[in-house]
């Protein structure tokens, strides 16, 4: 008998068809155009000037559509990032997806006390640690913005103590184009070399315009910066349906995408072909309580068709959220909220997916809710991978065998059973299905006190590798300078 | 005439065009102006601002009944002498230096409008210094701060020192709000208030004055 060789169709979401893609494209196009930005950085304008931008009011900029094809002809298509002992990590092209932390939280829920509390410098490393630690978690953020440091250079110590609890990818925010040197300066010497770094990237910037349409000039210093050193970077603005955008998710979108656009412009014409993350963060604003959502449908909707307009239009790897909620603790809801954005971002194929383990619309970070997190990724992970449909798994010849196996006979028993069900089922570490008394006999715990647990343990037990004596000398060499 | 009832609903309601015809109506009537604006305007706001707070109003319907009320304020206004029109108190407010975030500045600042403060709006990365000269300028009876990252609270203890060093810390109230920003913070700096959203703003702000 022949042997079947059927590709395996993956469960994908679509949101969009190609004419609303191009219309929402065309819409930011308009925007860029007609309405036109605020361009506060002199030398970004200045680039824009020279390249037919028509200039008003002294920093108003209004774009011709080519000056955007041709950013997006110039910027690379795939994205890599390494981790910190020369690795790929990740490779950012087509339909790759992973999943990360998120940055700046002003609280944390403690994970001895359950307090929220303002979070230390201390919580930066446990997070990264973690995160090191997690498999399914693919890169770290601070998740954390520590009372306990000079706030001058707040972002130069959380980067430093993220590179000192973690080996996988970071991706950093900093302030502007003075702190972000310190920051390039940490992770050359980690990798032993600037050169290293532009060749194998370990690190990737987040920074945000304003919605909408401003671009102050800290944020373009950061910009032209990762540009010429080849740092990828990604800049969504805020663009929430609502908040800095119309409330319609179209318009919100064609806001954002604009932003977008306008940030590639300049990061291509500074450098060009350095790596740009594209994509806007489009969440709503809360009718009721006037909060920005991070555990909202509009959000994984929004990026959804971004991966639709990626596919269709932009061809470039794109920046997506999952994994957070706006309930106060880890409770039911936020476990709701979190696999809500961590399958649809899976589904929808979104590249560089953060703010996993964010509670309280972003204000509090919880150790728990990314161990809980990891699991849901799993869990995802498992469903997106299909049916493999082949003679192995229609499995013809077990059925034979058990079938007319006679009584007593079980597929429990069978050695297709054996052979297969590792990579057959989804098999759960916290998720619960113990029969009753067994649960009720390990004090009947609930998903949270698991998690709770499983935190502790890895914070106990894993070991992250250690950073060369050298590098730690130049990291607090840096550090005392700053 | 002392009934405002259908002024008041149309506010409530976020009709505009009945509104500005209701104030037009009383005007014509010879109703005390006062009177429109405490017992038709600043009533219904009040109204609105308690439907709100107990959930049965979204933010935009507030809003929209806010923009309600000052185009209701666009008839009366020029109708008053200069000084006459009894606000509640003239509110300064701004972002804090470094913080370009102001959607929920921008929500406290319309809600206080509507609820009948005199509002001035600095806009985003306010300095202490700009925010001092603006209360001596307009003698300010509250200095709204709003700041968005823990990076940028301290602008607000800065603020609140300059307002001490110009000699018009006693003169003002301080309020603080923003998300990263705690009831604890504001006691911790000496603020007079601090309020976690816009609705409790307006309270905080009525309390800080005494008024009702
Ligand atoms: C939208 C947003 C932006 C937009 C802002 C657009 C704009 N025009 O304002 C953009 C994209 C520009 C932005 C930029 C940045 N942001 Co931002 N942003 C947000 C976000 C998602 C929502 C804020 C918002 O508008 N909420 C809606 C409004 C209505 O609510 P609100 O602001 O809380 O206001 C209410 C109350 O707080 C209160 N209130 C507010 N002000 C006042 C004042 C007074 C006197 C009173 C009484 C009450 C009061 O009443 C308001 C109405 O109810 C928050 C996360 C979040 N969900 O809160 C992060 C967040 C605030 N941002 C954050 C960060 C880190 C940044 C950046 C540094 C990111 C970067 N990598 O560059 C930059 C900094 C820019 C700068 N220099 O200011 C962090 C702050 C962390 C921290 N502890 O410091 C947050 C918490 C996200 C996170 N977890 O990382 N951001």
Known sequence: ?482 | MSDFKGLTEAVIKGDIQTAVAETQTALDAGANLQDILDKGLIAAMDQVGEKFSTGQMFVPQMLRSAKTMQECMKLIKPLFQEDELATKGKVVIGTVRQDLHDIGKNLVAMMMEGAGFAITDLGVDVSPKDFTQKAQEVGADIVAMSALLSTTMPAMRETIEALQEAGIRDKVKVMIGGAPVTENFASEIKADSYAPDAGSAVIAAKKLLSIS
Request: hydrophobic letters at 45%; one cysteine or more.
């Open chain 1, 1 to 482: 008998m022949e042997s079947l060789e059927i590709p395996t169709f993956q469960p994908r979401l679509r949101v969009l068809n190609r004419e609303q893609a191009l219309a929402i494209h065309g819409a930011a196009l308009e925007i860029l155009e007609k309405t036109g930005f605020k361009m506060e950085h002199p030398r970004a304008l200045k680039m824009l000037a020279d390249r037919d931008c028509e200039i008003s009011d002294g920093d108003w900029v209004r774009m011709p559509p080519h000056l955007v094809e041709e950013a997006l002809k110039s910027a690379p298509k795939q994205i890599s990032l390494y981790d910190q002992k020369g690795a790929k990590a990740i490779d950012l092209t087509g339909e790759n997806s992973f999943y990360g932390t998120g940055s700046d939280a002003t609280f944390t829920r403690d994970v001895e006390t359950g307090e929220r509390r303002r979070a230390v410098l201390k919580d930066v490393g446990n997070f990264a640690t973690l995160v090191d630690g997690l498999e399914n978690i693919d890169f770290a953020m601070s998740m954390a913005n520590p009372e306990d440091v000079p706030i001058d250079d707040i972002y130069v110590y959380v980067f430093a103590e993220m590179v000192k609890n973690t080996t996988k990818p970071i991706v950093f925010i900093a302030d502007s184009g003075r702190d972000i040197a310190k920051i390039h300066e940490i992770a050359s010497s980690v990798v032993r070399g600037e050169e290293e770094l532009q060749r194998k990237p370990f690190i990737l910037n987040y920074s945000e315009a304003i919605s909408p349409l401003r671009f102050p000039e800290n944020v373009m210093e950061k910009l032209i910066f990762c540009a010429q050193k080849q740092i990828p970077l990604c800049l969504p603005s805020g663009s929430n349906a609502g908040g800095g955008a119309p409330v319609t998710l179209a318009g919100a979108m064609a806001l954002g995408i604009a932003e977008n656009l306008v940030g590639l412009v300049v990061h291509q014409l500074a450098g060009k072909g350095s790596p740009f993350l594209f994509g806007p963060n489009v969440s709503a604003l809360d009718m009721r309580s006037s909060v920005v959502c991070y555990g909202c449908p509009e959000w994984s909707l929004t990026q959804a068709a971004l991966a639709d307009m990626r596919d269709e239009i932009y061809g470039l790897p794109i920046w997506a959220f999952a994994g957070a909620s706006d309930s106060k603790v880890v409770d039911a809801q936020a476990g709701a909220e979190a696999m809500f954005s961590i399958i649809t971002a899976l589904l929808s194929r979104a590249n560089l997916i953060h703010d996993v383990g964010f509670l309280e619309y972003g204000s509090t970070s919880s150790l728990e809710m990314i161990t809980m997190a990891n699991e849901l990724i799993a869990m995802s992970r498992f469903y997106v991978k299909g049916i493999p449909v082949n003679d192995g798994t229609l499995a013809l010849e077990a059925i034979e065998r058990v079938g007319r196996g006679g009584p007593g006979s079980i597929f429990l028993m069978d050695d297709h059973t054996y052979d297969h069900f590792m990579e057959a089922l989804f098999l759960p570490k916290l998720l619960d299905r113990s029969r009753y008394d067994a649960w009720k006999d390990e004090s009947a715990m609930d998903l949270y006190k698991r998690c709770n647990m499983e935190t502790k343990r890895i914070l106990f037990e894993h070991e992250v590798a250690p950073k060369a004596d050298v590098v730690l000398k130049e990291i607090e060499h840096i550090l005392k300078r700053t």
